[in-house]
């Protein structure tokens, strides 16, 4: 799949899945719109390291949300989980999942490629490449992050 090809599929699954959860968030009507370029993301550290978030919608301390993580390249998150479910969307750079319960499952994802991690499963996440990564994660709960000692 070409670059222009892949971005543009990626683009369509993160409308439809903003949409799907704006429409549950709206009561199914949805009023008064939001447009922000891409160049106008308030990107804002996460933690004390070098990852950066920008929240699109929501509020990922109390609720339901969707917001931009970047992770810069060579990133390697250490095992984690989190409560709640999140389904995730590559927008840039090649995001590395891996699922670690039972046995390790690891893929390369490239832009446009689609996770659903499961709340309370053990995973691992790297950025892989020599460019950033940049993904969309959406959940219906507030964002926590616990490491795996």
């Given amino acids: 799949m070409n670059?222009?090809?892949a971005l543009m599929f990626g683009a369509s699954?993160?409308?439809a899945l903003g949409l799907g959860v704006g429409l549950g968030m709206a009561g199914g009507h949805v009023t008064g719109g939001k447009m922000t370029k891409s160049d106008a993301y308030d990107w804002q550290p996460l933690g004390d390291g070098p990852l950066?978030?920008?929240?699109l919608w929501g509020d990922p301390a109390t609720g339901a949300h969707g917001r931009l993580i970047k992770l810069p390249a060579g990133f390697e998150a250490p095992v984690h989980w989190?409560?709640?479910d999140y389904h995730g969307?590559?927008?840039a750079g090649t995001w590395r999942h891996s699922f670690l319960d039972g046995d390790r499952d690891s893929q390369d994802l490239p832009q446009g490629s689609y996770v659903f991690q499961p709340g309370g499963g053990?995973?691992?996440d790297m950025c892989v490449?020599?460019?950033d990564c940049i993904f969309l994660l959406i959940q219906d709960q507030a964002a926590d992050f616990?490491?795996?000692e």
């Fill in 52 to 55: 950066q978030v920008a929240v």
């Fill in 122 to 124: 053990y995973h691992g």
């Fill in 3 to 5: 670059k222009k090809l």
């Fill in 13 to 15: 699954v993160v409308a």
């Fill in 129 to 131: 490449g020599p460019e």
């Fill in 82 to 84: 989190h409560t709640g």
């Fill in 89 to 91: 969307v590559n927008v």
């Fill in 146 to 148: 616990t490491p795996v």
